[in-house]
């Protein structure tokens, strides 16, 4: 097992088709969650590294950008075809690096896999127009061209999907990348380089970056070689990176945090309103951008859907990722862990009682009990502040319109999900809330062949879909004149 999972663990940047360690030779650890043990080290890279990384890229897109959409297409088959085949190796690396569930990791590489190939197919689709001309002896044509060389900054919490849907599109659109995974999951990351040498992407294409978020964030904003910014992870961040990338006029797609309500009416299916929020909250231990911050239940289905769910959670076996069984693992770091606590704590002092879970688990490290706390009230801090942790605050609420409003006060606009039964009040309801992804009746939502994307603070542009492509391209608009007709 270790022997396949070490052949994806590379310690080194990807520039130009090279393995290379840092200018300085300093490194950074990155250790496993569960364990609170080092696995091993990554380079720490700045802006010189980051330069070279950008202008390999520049020098690679003179060719891929030539190369047809159906060679592309192909190779993104076989990119696709060589995660599937090593999806156990794969997920095990990143269960070591970031903590999840096997289970869990391997359904993000195999999301990963099927961004790949959503993308080697809407590759083939990006048409432009012939638009009827005004003018006797002219004719007007739309076309869309690669960028060019885009930039790529992702989180620890999905190390490898979040990837996935960059390099994706990227790849079919013809541009050439330079990446920047997370200092703490980075593996997950570079093992993309080694999956693009075996399937045979020209050298360059993919580049890949390890170490300083702020001196390899600066260059990529500044460089002007750059010419799109992708970035999934804070709105914190986000908002520093869009700053930075104003000043040479990147295109900027942003993926940002979440504030999910998910709400629960008198009319829903409590039972299936349990299953999707033990899904909604708890996966990847309560770290995920769509996980349900605040759930808001009506008064008559307020108690069972208490007590249902706090005895689910109780069900939930937490431990090690890659030991068989376990469905919730540790959270990242020691600072997500003193977050929490401060959460409850700030929670039980407004009048919260804890129902299920409210400490740190008997594992010890940084494993959390999954944790219900009833009676939240608008003053609590999860409110407003994204908790990233297995914590499930319900709030109450008695009429429909006032459900609505306490789901949109918030400056996020990511995910959302709501039960009910009544098709009117579900049309209300959906056509209310100002998300970008709403689930309905549904708890897990995300998938390659729909739009992801947030509204408000939540991020700028879509990751998936037909949409997803979109802006990896560029349109421009060309008349032919003198035709003489
Ligand atoms: P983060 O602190 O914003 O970090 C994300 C990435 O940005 C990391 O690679 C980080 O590098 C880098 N970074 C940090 N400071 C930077 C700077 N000044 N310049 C350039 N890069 C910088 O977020 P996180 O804690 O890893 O992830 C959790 C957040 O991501 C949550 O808010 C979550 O909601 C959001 N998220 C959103 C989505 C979505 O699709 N909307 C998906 C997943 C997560 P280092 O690791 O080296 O610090």
């Known amino acids: ?273 349990v299953e999707g929020a033990v899904a909604a909250k708890y996966r990847n231990s309560g770290q995920t951008c769509v996980c349900t911050n605040r759930f808001i239940v009506q008064a008559g289905v307020y108690d069972e859907f208490v007590e249902k769910l706090a005895a689910a959670t109780r069900k939930l076996k937490v431990g090690p990722g890659l030991e068989e069984g376990t469905q919730q693992g540790p959270l990242i770091d020691e600072k997500a862990v003193e977050k929490v606590e401060e959460f409850i704590e700030d929670a039980t002092a407004k009048g919260g009682k804890v129902v299920s879970g409210g400490k740190r688990h008997e594992l010890g490290g940084t494993f959390f009990e999954p944790t219900v706390i009833r009676d939240a009230t608008i003053d609590m801090k999860f409110t407003k502040d994204e908790i990233f942790g297995p914590v499930a605050p319900v709030y109450r609420f008695e009429k429909e319109e006032e459900a609505v409003e306490m789901a949109n006060d918030t400056i996020y606009g990511l995910a959302s999900y709501f039960y009910a039964g009544d098709l009117g009040r579900v049309f209300r309801v959906m056509e209310g809330l100002k998300y970008g992804l709403i689930g309905v009746n549904e708890g897990i939502i995300t998938t390659a062949e729909a739009p992801f994307g947030g509204l408000k603070q939540s991020g700028l542009g879509k990751e998936g879909g037909h949409q997803g492509i979109e802006d990896y391209l560029d349109t421009k608009y060309i008349c032919i004149g003198g035709l003489g007709l």
């Open 1 to 273: 097992m270790l022997q396949k999972t070490s052949h994806f663990m590379k310690t080194a940047n990807l520039i130009g088709g090279e393995w290379v360690q840092s200018d300085s030779g300093d490194t950074i650890d990155v250790t496993n969650p569960a364990t609170g043990l080092k696995i091993g080290t990554v380079p720490k890279s700045g802006r010189a590294e980051t330069k070279r990384a950008v202008e390999a890229a520049a020098e690679a897109f003179k060719s891929w950008r030539k190369t047809s959409a159906l060679e592309r297409s192909k190779l993104m088959r076989k990119l696709h075809d060589a995660i599937m085949d090593n999806q156990d190796s794969l997920a095990e690396l990143l269960t070591m690096e970031q903590g999840k569930s096997l289970t869990e990791a391997k359904g993000e590489v195999g999301m990963s896999a099927a961004y790949i190939l959503w993308y080697a197919e809407e590759g083939r689709r990006t048409y432009g127009d012939a638009v009827p001309s005004p003018w006797a002896d002219r004719r007007i044509l739309v076309t869309k061209e690669p960028v060019g060389v885009i930039a790529a900054i992702t989180p620890w919490n999905f190390p490898s999907s979040m990837l996935a849907r960059k390099i994706g599109p990227a790849l079919a659109a013809g541009c050439t990348s330079v990446v920047k995974p997370a200092s703490q999951t980075p593996y997950s990351g570079l093992a993309w380089g080694v999956l693009a040498e075996e399937v045979g992407i020209p050298k360059g294409v993919l580049n890949i970056v390890t170490g300083s978020a702020s001196e390899i964030g600066d260059e990529l904003c500044e460089n002007p070689l750059v010419r799109k910014i992708t970035f999934t992870g804070s709105t914190e961040v986000g908002k520093v990176l869009l700053k930075k990338a104003a000043d040479t006029v990147k295109k900027v797609s942003m993926e940002l945090g979440g504030n999910a309500p998910f709400l629960v009416f008198d009319d829903a299916d409590v039972d299936r309103a």
